[in-house]
């Protein structure tokens, strides 16, 4: 089954910080990894998903790798602004579905 | 108008009380999601449905029934819950399964008194 953890569960850094937020897995058989922004009270956004063949994705300040053979992806945020702030989550989606990590609270200090 | 619009977006309930979440996507997609979220737990996945067939029951209690009529609404139907059923209840849907970006409603927070 499934399992996926995310480091560090919290982070606070201040704004125009460049960081990276860790995630890992135990089954590399999976289809793609996704990551996900939550903010309080709302759903989630999808942020990125990277194919099981892919390395990484881009999109603006923000950029994910895959490494399925060390079973670990992470998302590095660039210039980090006050807007950041929320929490990220990731997710490894295969044949028995999405499976989540508890997230990474990130907060941006003005 | 977000793709995903899940009402009602806060409910609380007795634990005798019968009450249904409503969840409608504006995407075209084909699958559809139930989650749930607790304090402290990574999302748990309730129940998946590809073009309206139930495809995973993740050995959820009886007292939750979900209902998909047509490929656009999901609903989940609540009956004598318990305290512990309190959370976050994410909808979502996805054009091909996991495989595709999955896409949530802003979930209805369900208080169970």
């Known amino acids: ?110 | 108008e977000t793709g995903v619009t899940q009402t009602p977006r806060h409910l609380v309930m007795g634990m005798t009380n019968k009450k249904s979440l409503k969840c409608e996507q504006h995407l075209g997609h084909n699958a559809m999601y139930w989650y749930k979220q607790s304090a402290k737990k990574p999302l748990e996945l309730m129940f998946v449905y590809n073009f309206k067939e139930q495809t995973e029951n993740n050995s959820v209690p009886s007292r939750f029934s979900p209902e998909c009529p047509n490929s656009s609404h999901l609903f989940l139907h609540l009956h004598t819950l318990q305290p512990e059923d309190s959370a976050l209840y994410l909808c979502a849907s996805s054009q091909e399964g996991v495989k595709s970006p999955l896409h949530f409603g802003n979930g209805t927070r369900l208080t169970v008194t």
Do not use: M
């Open chain 1, 1 to 110: 089954k499934q399992e996926v953890t995310q480091i560090p569960a919290a982070l606070s850094v201040p704004e125009g910080e460049n960081l990276v937020l860790n995630c890992s897995f135990t089954d590399s058989a999976i289809y793609n990894l996704q990551w996900f922004r939550q903010d309080p009270g709302k759903g989630l956004t999808s942020l990125l998903l990277i194919q099981s063949s892919q390395r990484e994705q881009t999109s603006g300040r923000l950029n994910a790798s895959l490494d399925k053979s060390s079973g670990r992806s992470t998302l590095y945020i660039a210039a980090s602004q006050p807007g950041d702030s929320a929490t990220y989550l990731c997710a490894g989606g295969g044949a028995d579905g999405l499976t989540f990590g508890k997230g990474t609270h990130l907060i941006i200090q003005p």
